[in-house]
């Protein structure tokens, strides 16, 4: 495979990892990926690691309410992303463009229609975002992580791919190793809390109000925080010595991954592809200001499919979580292994592969 494909995935690790796996599978086809990212510094924490992968970066850029004084900047920046988007294609010479979502994905591909270069987005979530309903304007090809989203793409062609894992991510890790990275002990249910690429400080204060009654559950944590909350959370675990694991950040998620028994999560596409693939039984908790509500509809496909519950971030607390973990964690008990079961079948291991795949076909 001989496609030079540029991928625009900044802003966020929903939109990023997924990039990185494209590439990825890329590459091992023999074509060759340029990733543009944004400056943010998940960007540059997700990319570590990947020295393998070119890649450029823009500035990042969020659309404000139409109305606000913050518009007149996020124009100025978009232009300016825009001029340097048309710069990166005439010398990279793509044949095609892809977008992962996010408004950083925005300058790449107005800039390859300019050229006339073929457009394709990626939408991981049941609800598409507000920049992939302006981007599909201009795409030739619309692919899907979810089929419920096709909905809103009647027009247009779209296809259901799925959502693209790294390919760390799709391979058998040894758990010992993965327990002794993080200091956990091999006979106790694990518990998997993550609040997505930046952190929850509301799904964090959740759990740490818990953790007394979680410790005495015999249950252990790993706790991924965000680089923002880290501090504040990890003094409450420094009340309970060698409890759980907490840490800011994972660049390693196939470790955490491998141990984990449960995981109480956001809703977002990727963390739901990732522990779909993993068949980790889980507790979704929306984030509730998510644009559209996209987070609860993407969770109500995997309830709806038996392979998670759905906890509001309200109505997280000791009472609504030991209810569930009193369900799964039982001996000899048949809905947690129908739950992993589940979870499993809707898992879409090849998904970067069949992207690579598609967007060949079609420049070819």
Not at 72 to 89: E, G
Not at 102 to 111: D, E, H, I, K, Y
Not at 274 to 282: K, L, R, T
Not at 350 to 359: H, L, P, Q, W
Request: overall charge positive; some cysteine.
């Amino acid at each position: 495979m001989s496609l030079r494909l540029i991928i625009a995935c900044g802003g966020t690790g929903g939109h990023l990892f997924p990039g990185i796996a494209v590439a990825e599978a890329l590459i091992d086809k023999g074509g060759e990926p340029l990733l543009i990212i944004s400056k943010k510094e998940i960007d540059a924490l997700a990319m570590q690691g990947h020295s393998d992968i070119n890649h450029e970066c823009l500035a990042s850029i969020g659309m404000p309410k139409i109305y606000s004084p913050k518009m007149i900047k996020f124009i100025s920046s978009f232009f300016v992303s825009y001029r340097k988007s048309k710069s990166i294609i005439k010398s990279f010479k793509p044949d095609a463009v892809l977008g992962m979502g996010g408004f950083t994905s925005l300058p790449p591909l107005l800039a390859g229609r300019s050229y006339k270069t073929k457009n394709f987005i990626h939408e991981s979530n049941a609800f598409p975002g507000k920049a992939n309903r302006v981007a599909s304007r201009w795409a030739d090809h619309i692919l899907l992580g979810m089929e419920s989203c096709g909905s809103f793409f009647k027009d247009k062609n779209f296809e259901v791919v799925g959502t693209p894992l790294r390919s760390v991510l799709r391979e058998q890790h040894e758990k010992t190793e993965a327990l002794q990275k993080y200091g956990l002990h091999p006979d106790k249910k694990t518990i998997l809390v993550m609040g997505g690429s930046q952190g929850a400080q509301a799904l964090n204060s959740s759990i740490i109000q818990n953790l007394e009654k979680i410790y005495k559950a015999g249950i252990q944590l790993l706790h991924i925080t965000g680089p923002v909350d880290f501090d504040r959370v990890k003094l409450h675990y420094e009340k309970i010595p060698n409890f759980s694991c907490v840490i800011p950040f994972c660049n390693e998620m196939h470790l955490a991954y491998s141990i984990s028994d449960l995981a109480i999560v956001r809703s977002g596409a990727s963390s739901l592809a990732e522990i779909s693939a993993y068949a980790i039984p889980s507790i979704l908790v929306p984030y509730p200001f998510a644009t559209d509500d996209h987070q609860t509809l993407n969770a109500n496909h995997y309830v709806k499919n038996g392979a998670a519950f759905l906890l509001p971030e309200n109505k997280l607390n000791a009472n609504s979580l030991f209810e569930i973990l009193d369900q799964l964690f039982e001996e000899n008990n048949q809905k947690y292994k129908k739950m992993k079961s589940s979870m499993q079948s809707l898992s879409v291991i090849d998904s970067a592969e069949r992207i690579c795949e598609k967007i060949n076909n079609y420049c070819n």
